[in-house]
Every structure is written in C-alpha cells, then in structure tokens.
C-alpha cells in the first residue's frame, strides 16, 4: 500500500506522515503546496547567494607594496583593482618597505579613477598630517613623482573620492601635465597632499600644468576646516597658477605653507 492512496482519508500529507512515521516525500505533497514549498526552498537559495554577493562586494584595501610602475603591488595595480569593484568604495593604503621617502614614478599615465576611492598616503608607516594650526609639521612619504612626465598624475571621474596624504611633483614635460584633473562627478576631496613641492615641502619641484584643474566637476573640497586637511600647493605652471575651476562648484580651498 503506498501512502498517496491513504492521503485523502488522512488530512494533509504532513499529519499522514507523522502518524506513519515515515519521511515526508514532497510527491505526496499537493501541487499548490509542493509549489509553495518550492517556492520557498528557491527564495532561501537565491537569498543566501545574494547575500554572499553582497558580502563578496564590501569594501577592500587594496595596498600599494612597491614603487613600481605595474604589476602587484604596484599603485597602477591598485587603481585597476579599486576600479574593478564597481560601486564599492576601497581605500589603496601604501606599505613600501625602505625607508624615507618612497617616490613612484609612473612611465605612462595612470588609469583614470572611474570608481570612487580613497587613495591615503598617510597610511605608509612614519607618515602622519599635519597637527599645526600655524605652519605645517606633516611628514609626507609617497612621492608620486612624474620625472618630467608630459600627462597628468590623477585623473579622477568617479567622484566622491578622497586624495590625502601625498606629494606630487615634478609632472613637467610639454604637455598639459596637470597634478589632479578632477572631471565629470563631484564631491572629491583633496587634502593633506603636496602638489609642485618637494617631500618636505621646502623646495619647489613644479608641475607643468595645474595643481588641480575641475572641470564640470561640482562640490568639490580642497583642504579644509582642520590641520590636517591643509594642502601645500606651489610652483605649478598652469593657466591660473595653481587652480582652476570651470563650472561653480563649492571649493573649500586651505594651504600652508611648509
Ligand atoms: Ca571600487
């Protein structure tokens, strides 16, 4: 005799195989509620892997570990990685081994920041931001260093980023080599950086371009408020001298110098 002809008489599929003691078979079971339990057996599924997606997609730190121009490890690789996390916002944190200052020098232009993303040069060991509410005691050791370069350094579309912490310097070939071109979307903060100095901020090592050119770019906060947002920004070339805006946009500009 098999359970599907006694079901009937028994109520529902469930108390037949509990007063049988058998297994439950989801056959016996009638189409609306095998669709049901289906049903619910497919939400659960798809839920857990949306939820390891989700959790597959949370922030990274993807960390700068040599001053080559590619390849893992590098700053190059690093933008790429950050990049390819569409929609998350990672942080490229520096850890070079040596010491004093670590200078990248990039042979050709960098990817274009198309994902939002922290790039913090305060994180390389021994660095720290400026503390001072009158002159500057940073202590800056990632030196992107364009060695006559004729291409911008930072080129940054994503918006909502943050640049902190860096030098860069010497992007002076015949070309529109602009320190940090920030375009299209906004909300990009630029602080505790060097931009047309030296490391220690004592000696001019321009740029050929602008320090910082925003273009179509909207909301955008260069230095800031505290001490330790403060930008040293000199010896850049360009047009304006230092910066350049195109379209109104909220610029909180604060320097100091060294
Ligand atoms: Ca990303």
Wanted: glycine letters at 12%.
């Amino acid at each position: 005799m098999t359970a599907q002809t006694s079901i009937p008489q028994l109520g529902s599929p469930l108390r037949f195989y509990w007063q049988m003691g058998l297994p439950p078979r989801l056959g016996h079971f009638p189409a609306l509620l095998r669709s049901r339990v289906v049903g619910k057996s497919v939400a659960i599924i798809c839920g857990v892997f949306l939820l390891g997606a989700h959790l597959s997609a949370q922030a990274a730190v993807f960390a700068v570990t040599n001053t080559a121009d590619s390849g893992a490890g590098s700053l190059r690789q690093a933008i790429l990685d950050s990049n390819t996390s569409a929609g998350v916002l990672d942080t490229i944190m520096f850890n070079i081994p040596g010491a004093g200052v670590r200078s990248i020098i990039p042979l050709t232009v960098l990817p274009t920041i198309t994902d939002p993303v922290i790039i913090d040069g305060y994180t390389q060991s021994g660095s720290s931001a400026n503390t001072m509410a009158v002159g500057n005691n940073s202590v800056h050791l990632i030196e992107l260093n364009g060695n006559g370069a004729n291409f911008p350094c930072l080129t940054i579309t994503a918006g909502s980023s943050t640049v902190r912490g860096l030098v860069i310097n010497r992007f002076n070939g015949n070309g529109p080599a602009n320190a940090i071109n920030l375009l299209t979307n906004g909300g990009n903060k630029i602080e505790g950086c060097f931009i047309g100095v030296s490391a220690d901020g004592t000696t001019a090592q321009s740029n050929n371009g602008l320090a910082i050119d925003i273009e179509s770019s909207p909301n955008n906060t260069i230095g800031g408020a505290t001490a330790a947002a403060r930008n040293v920004i000199s010896s850049n070339h360009g047009t304006s001298g230092r910066t350049r805006q195109v379209l109104p946009t909220r610029v909180v500009i604060s320097t100091a110098c060294k």
